[in-house]
């Protein structure tokens, strides 16, 4: 189960093109993501007149063809031709979900069009500006329910077990405690490591002892908002191991942004940028270095993918049996009750309503 009333992630920017409408399915739904003159437009992937694919349409100005029999359709939804036709019925419309891009992303509504809101888009931390840091897109697909893929994002003390490869996360990342606040629409972590040495996975990038901070939010319906940054040897202390001055890091500073997309219930999509600082020790300004960095990070998600869909597969296999929390899962455990009181609201707000069509 999912929220409805949240803005999940459909594709790119880039995906979508001047000609061609783009195929994405979110929650299990079809869509039709194409662009008109002016903005990009949402549609149900299935025409009114014989179920034909809209996604497999052409795109003509503020108009969107079906080129099975050739409907046209405004930006709305509405049917605005019938070739060979002179009466259009009054119903012949399309579902059209609210739209944002955002991050180069292109962002849709899922739930009472009514209630879209782009105030409830993920932004960066304050004090992070996109600007400063030199920034890579990737995404995978994982052929599994978005729940565990969460739950991965819920609990780092993976990170030295699945990432020993990748990030080259030392043990200490498990051991050393997270500071784990509810958020209204999410759950907060906060970590300091001090006298550490950074990661290693880009060796130029190394440095000496150092305070590393870790701070990110994973947000209802799967947004993980992240910062990372070294600060000089003391800094925890100094600011009382609280969220520091985060233009006092020193190296390896990287913001990031991923968010996970349910398909359907067993394929999620997975969408990520990440950015290093341009600054020297950062390395955001040194292309190999960006790219370095987005190599890693597919690396570390194609290694959740592996031990992901692994487990999903398990489940399957043997769906009533229950897992065993550990001190770890705490996490897992708020952000699941959370989205469950969404969940609930929404079901019983949608109750509430009158019923369409009720005769
Ligand atoms: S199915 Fe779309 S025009 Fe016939
Ligand atoms: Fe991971």
Known sequence: MHTR??????????????DHPFSSTVLGERLAIW??????VAFEDRCVHRAAALSLGRCE?????????GLLFDAAGKVVDIPGQDVIPPNAQVRAYPVAVHYDWIWVWMGDPALADPAKLPTLFDGVDLDDYGVVNGELTFEANAQLISDNLLDFSHLPFVHAASFQAPLDWAKSP???????????????????TGFHFIESLSIGVNDTWMGYDYLVPGVLVMFVGCFPAGTARACDYGRPDFSKAIAQVSTNLQAITPVTEKRSHYYV????HRAASGGGSDPAIVARNLEVTLQAFNEDKTMIEAQ?????GQPDRP???TVHDRGVTLYTRLKARLIAAETASHADAPLENAN
Request: charged letters at 25%; a negative charge; aromatic letters at 12%.
């Open 323 to 325: 897992f065993m929390p």
């Open 178 to 196: 997270m500071t784990i606040k509810q958020l209204d629409n999410g759950v907060r972590f906060e970590r300091w490591v001090e006298n550490h």
């Open 5 to 18: 009333n949240d803005w999940y992630v459909a594709c790119t920017d880039a995906d979508v093109t001047a």
């Open 61 to 69: 100005g503020q108009n969107l063809r079906c080129m099975y029999h």
């Open 35 to 40: 662009r008109a003159a002016d903005k990009v």
């Open 273 to 276: 940028f990440t950015g290093l």
């Open 312 to 316: 999903q597969q398990i489940i399957d």
